[in-house]
């Protein structure tokens, strides 16, 4: 487990509880067809906090196993899950509500993402942390505007039509 005292904030950061909570928990586990699984070896590997060297959180090493595994899982879902038969508006509400969710923990998102790699609080909070937020809601935007098109052609007892489906 890390040691939350070995942290060394800034001066001007506290921790949000969220935040504590998670880093709380060893190790980061892989998310895989819907179930979080530690790697089938048993293997962590440390990510470290740059500002200060120490261990920051304890994840699972995926290796081989793990890949296809988390490959099969996803190929499945994308030959008979739910998302290749959702109407775009369905696949728009949920990207929107990935936003939403980012927004809700925009904070302790800001947190991981400073202690992770370094970057000022502020940049995370203010920059980062929205920008994704938006971009799931540029793309949600989109999945309802994917359409099939007919084309007329030349000849009357022809067409050409156009099947758009997400990837």
Do not use: C
């Not at 290796?63 to 994308?78: H, I, K, P, S, Y």
């Not at 989109?142 to 099939?148: H, L, Q």
Request: negative net charge; charged residues 25%; proline residues 6%.
């Amino acid at each position: 487990m890390v040691n939350l005292q070995s942290l060394a904030l800034p001066p001007d950061m506290s921790l949000q509880e969220g935040t504590l909570d998670f880093l709380s928990s060893d190790p980061k586990m892989l998310l895989i067809n819907g179930e979080w699984k530690e790697a089938a070896s048993g293997e962590t590997f440390p990510t470290i906090n740059p500002a200060t060297g120490e261990v920051l959180a304890r994840v699972a090493l995926a290796g081989q196993q793990d890949v296809d595994l988390a490959v099969d899982a996803a190929r499945r879902a994308f030959e008979s899950g739910p998302w290749t038969v959702m109407h775009g508006d369905d696949r728009a509400r949920l990207l929107w509500r990935v936003a939403e969710l980012i927004e809700r923990y925009a904070d302790e998102l800001s947190d991981l993402e400073t202690l992770d790699n370094g970057k000022s609080l502020h940049i995370a909070r203010k920059g980062n942390i929205p920008m994704a937020a938006r971009h799931f809601r540029y793309y949600a935007g989109w999945a309802g505007k994917i359409a099939d098109a007919t084309l007329p052609v030349s000849h009357p007892d022809h067409l050409v039509y156009t099947l758009r489906e997400p990837v």
